[in-house]
């Protein structure tokens, strides 16, 4: 969906205007990733007393950093030659692009791995997770709640440093609920709301259409979004702002993954086969490489963004099973190994 967004096949197009307004929105692939990371960690951690706080951040670091690190370093080597940036900018930027702090700045949001601002909300999401964890155990009211908290510290921010901007940080009330993790909570949230709901009543809450039911949403608040958007961003709206953190996670996304998760179906099925799930594996690298050096390399040479989507997927493919699978299993297993001889 993301590349879709990112390559529209009808943004040159004449008299497709509406189908280029509805493509546009496939940035939801986005909010998409957010909800699905939120069912997963919570799936996975919730209904632990105890967390290994440790093992639960080498876990994430493992399976996020190795890629990023060095897509993010050769990036900025490559810029370093093309352009005359001074070194210390350069190492500046470098800096809070490699410690994911770049995505809370206005300005350098898009500097390096440019697609990677989102991993700036994804890892506040992980550090956070845990604590979420404890305070949505305590009282229900709090999955109401804790997105205005958020939404509250966001606002605060803005108006604490607008005298000091550094890199636009914190630059706008619509940066703060369009790019961090403060104005969208919300989707994180909804997707550890279904992994509870998920460990609870998957075996008494029976369904047969929440898969279509979920695709028919979300295509319905694409369409919404669209008409918002006329073109550019529809999420940059205020109502579009509500739609897409609220509620196409709610009401479409949240249904779609239930759907697929518990009913037996074509599209399930075709997720669920083997080549499929290697495509998933490899699919946060093809994330990391969709825009960026690799993209421009091949660009160069193909011109055709079906050709590319392939390529890319390819090159996915090879950089998962020769550098990133590898690399998280030896961060995973290093760490188990000194974790047993400390004990």
Not at 217 to 227: G, P, Q, T, V
């Amino acid at each position: 969906m993301v590349f879709i967004h990112h390559f529209n096949p009808f943004a040159d197009i004449q008299n497709y205007n509406r189908l280029k307004y509805f493509f546009t929105e496939f940035n939801v692939g986005v909010t998409l990733f957010f909800v699905l990371s939120g069912f997963l960690i919570g799936y996975r951690y919730f209904g632990f007393t105890k967390l290994d706080f440790k093992q639960y951040i080498v876990n994430r670091i493992a399976r996020i950093y190795p890629m990023y690190f060095l897509l993010t370093t050769a990036t900025f080597i490559f810029l370093f030659i093309i352009q005359s940036e001074s070194i210390r900018e350069n190492l500046k930027l470098f800096a809070l692009n490699i410690t994911f702090l770049r995505g809370y700045f206005q300005d350098i949001k898009f500097s390096g791995v440019s697609q990677g601002w989102s991993l700036t909300v994804e890892e506040t999401f992980y550090f956070l997770a845990p604590l979420l964890f404890i305070i949505l155990k305590r009282n229900k009211i709090f999955w109401v709640v804790l997105p205005l908290i958020f939404l509250g510290i966001g606002f605060g921010l803005v108006y604490a440093f607008k005298d000091n901007r550094c890199y636009g940080f914190m630059s706008t009330i619509q940066f703060m609920q369009r790019y961090t993790f403060l104005g969208r909570s919300t989707e994180f949230l909804t997707g550890i709301g279904l992994a509870v709901f998920y460990m609870k009543y998957r075996a008494t809450f029976k369904t047969k259409y929440f898969t279509l039911i979920g695709i028919l949403f979300s295509i319905f608040f694409i369409i919404a979004l669209s008409i918002l958007g006329k073109g550019y961003s529809g999420a940059g709206h205020p109502i579009g702002m509500f739609i897409n953190s609220v509620l196409l996670p709610l009401f479409g996304f949240a249904p779609l993954f239930w759907g697929l998760i518990q009913e037996q179906n074509f599209i399930s099925k075709i997720l669920s086969h083997k080549y499929f799930v290697l495509l998933g594996k490899s699919s946060y690298i093809f994330y990391l490489i969709h825009l960026g050096i690799i993209y421009t390399f091949l660009n160069q040479f193909i011109a055709s963004p079906l050709v590319l989507f392939i390529l890319l997927n390819l090159a996915s493919l090879i950089l998962f099973k020769s550098i990133e699978e590898p690399l998280n299993n030896f961060i995973r297993k290093k760490y188990k190994r000194s974790l047993i001889r400390s004990i």
